[in-house]
């Protein structure tokens, strides 16, 4: 697992100079006991950027889309977080072109609620194709008022 987190100045949404992006990077090899580290990065960055408040959900957002990215499309992924003034972002990147599709699943069955988790904790989420092949997911929260971002 590669993890980077930086705060840079430089970056700013448009129509903003002064706002301040803060992101975090995590590359990781198809493992899916990496995915508890991954929630646990995403917690403990928002948690520092002053956005305790939607730490929790990001978190169980980012379990969801790694966990899916590693299930689904059979490699790594990479997966990067950004708040900026406004909301929270978090992508993740996998090898694989095919659409993520929410499904309902029966009371019985043990998996496949991922993106209907999703759905209901983000703000909004969607994914799109990647330049030379894969596909990111993406997911959004609105960040807390006050937040360091």
Do not use: F, Y
Request: glycine share 10%.
């Amino acid at each position: 697992m590669r993890l980077t987190t930086h705060t840079d100045p430089g970056l700013t949404q448009a129509r903003s100079s002064s706002a301040t992006v803060r992101a975090l990077e995590i590359s990781i090899a198809a493992d899916k006991a990496l995915v508890a580290e991954v929630r646990h990065a995403v917690q403990a960055a928002l948690a520092s950027w002053g956005a305790s408040a939607i730490a929790d959900d990001m978190a169980v957002v980012a379990s969801e889309l790694t966990s899916n990215a590693l299930k689904h499309a059979g490699g790594g992924a990479t997966v990067r977080l950004r708040l900026a003034k406004g909301q929270a972002l978090l992508e993740v990147d996998d090898g694989s072109a095919r659409q993520p599709v929410a499904r309902r699943v029966g009371i019985e069955v043990e998996e496949g609620r991922g993106l209907l988790l999703v759905k209901a904790l983000a703000a909004e989420w969607g994914w799109r194709h990647r330049k030379g092949g894969g596909k990111t997911v993406w997911a959004s929260i609105p960040a807390p008022a006050g937040c360091a971002a």
